[in-house]
């Protein structure tokens, strides 16, 4: 992704009819990462030299962390150009952080770098998305404008008192108030948190609304001020379908003869992000026989889980590494004893493999007493906001 902006132009003196001097141009160009590229890569080919770039890059280190830095995150130059694509005297170098922060790097006269830093501000504005579901969650989402970073989040509420692949019906439906950020100028930035969400599912509603409990740190909650986490998700994938589930009795599909099924399977394309269902500590990775390439996590109060026919591992993974509810920690494939590309995933409830859709989970801490006034005025007005929001909708359908 390029962007090229002229800046400035310097009026050119007129000269005889064959003799024109080239006025001089002062370029802002903008720059993303690529896959695999670094910083240091991106200021080269846009055609910063080699030393300038260290230069510039040393005092930028100690101010912002540069391994955040992701594919897509744009740099913009600003810089003269004496010939046509060719950097002259450079201006400065300014790049936006994931967190906000905004770095202007300045050359100075004796050939050094001084580094500014300021913290962006955004404003952010409430938003209202309601759907139904008619075919997916992912295909309703995108129907009523809900952004595509937010659906997982969304899911991710509700995926503990519901199984996605097989709880959800036609006809369900959902609302979601999120905030997106815009600039001073009024420039849209980036979707926010999901601060409400309703889904009425299997003839039920549920409801999730955000509430900071500290300072800076935020959880989820029901109208009730019940805690919306879990210790484990139901499913480590994202909206997939069961394939085989638990059962004492079946017949096994390579081996021919019954045989206790003591897991869930979900069928999924080789290469899918495979999700810790729990924050824990990895205590079993490698080869495991029929099992293929497998995972086990320690989560503690008596919980493990297994994720087993794995394709690879994500980088990092080993036994001891701590891990978060959520982090990809491998690849679906199809190792050990498979009939094909899906992931076997087993709970263990102090020694022993239980259904992983059944089972009741531990819940949450429960919303702090000193909170819960503030926090039902909040979820009040949400639910007039979503209320009026489903009205306008109905309307407009009819």
């Not at 720059?31 to 890569?41: D, F, I, P, S």
């Not at 549920?206 to 909650?221: D, G, L, S, T």
């Not at 679906?332 to 239980?354: A, D, F, M, Q, W």
């Amino acid at each position: 992704m390029k962007r090229w902006h002229i800046c400035g132009l310097l009026a050119a003196t007129l000269l005889p009819f064959n003799s024109f001097a080239l006025p001089e141009l002062i370029v802002e160009r903008t720059v993303a990462l690529q896959k695999g590229e670094n910083l240091a890569t991106a200021l080269q080919r846009a055609g910063l030299e080699r030393k300038a770039t260290y230069n510039a890059l040393h005092p930028l280190k100690r101010k912002v962390s540069l391994r955040r830095l992701q594919q897509g995150q744009e740099i913009t130059l600003t810089y003269n150009e004496t010939e046509p694509y060719k950097m002259g005297q450079l201006h400065n170098i300014e790049l936006i952080t994931p967190n906000d922060t905004v770095a202007t790097i300045t050359p100075q006269e004796n050939g050094t770098y001084k580094v500014a830093t300021a913290k962006r501000v955004l404003t952010a504005q409430r938003k209202v998305a309601t759907g139904t579901i008619n075919s997916s969650l992912y295909a309703a989402a995108s129907k009523a404008d809900l952004p595509t970073a937010l659906v997982t989040p969304f899911a991710n509420l509700f995926a503990w008192e519901l199984d996605f692949t097989r709880d959800l019906r036609p006809g369900d439906q959902f609302s979601v108030v999120y905030e997106d950020y815009y600039n001073d100028k009024g420039e849209f930035v980036r979707n926010g948190k999901i601060v409400a969400a309703h889904l009425h599912a299997r003839g039920k509603l549920r409801q999730a609304y955000r509430a900071e409990i500290r300072p800076k740190v935020f959880a989820y909650y029901d109208e009730k001020g019940k805690s919306k986490e879990r210790m484990l998700l139901r499913t480590p994938l994202e909206f997939t379908r069961i394939s085989s589930h638990f059962n004492p009795h079946r017949k096994h599909p390579v081996l021919g003869y019954t045989r206790a099924h003591k897991g869930t399977d979900f069928a999924a394309p080789t290469g899918t992000p495979v999700k810790a269902a729990g924050s824990g500590r990895i205590v079993e990775i490698g080869w495991k026989g029929g099992y293929g390439k497998y995972i086990r996590i320690e989560h503690g109060n008596g919980y493990q889980t297994a994720y087993a026919h794995l394709h690879r591992y994500a980088r990092g993974m080993r036994k001891g590494k701590r891990v978060r509810q959520g982090d990809v920690i491998a690849q679906v494939g199809s190792t050990g004893r498979s009939t094909g590309p899906h992931l076997h995933y087993e709970v263990i409830k102090n020694g022993t493999k239980v259904n992983a859709m059944r089972v009741k989970l531990p819940n949450g801490s429960p919303l702090p007493k000193k909170l819960r006034t503030e926090f039902g005025q909040q979820v009040a007005s949400l639910q007039s906001v979503i209320s009026q929001r489903q009205t306008i909708q109905l309307a407009q359908n009819q």
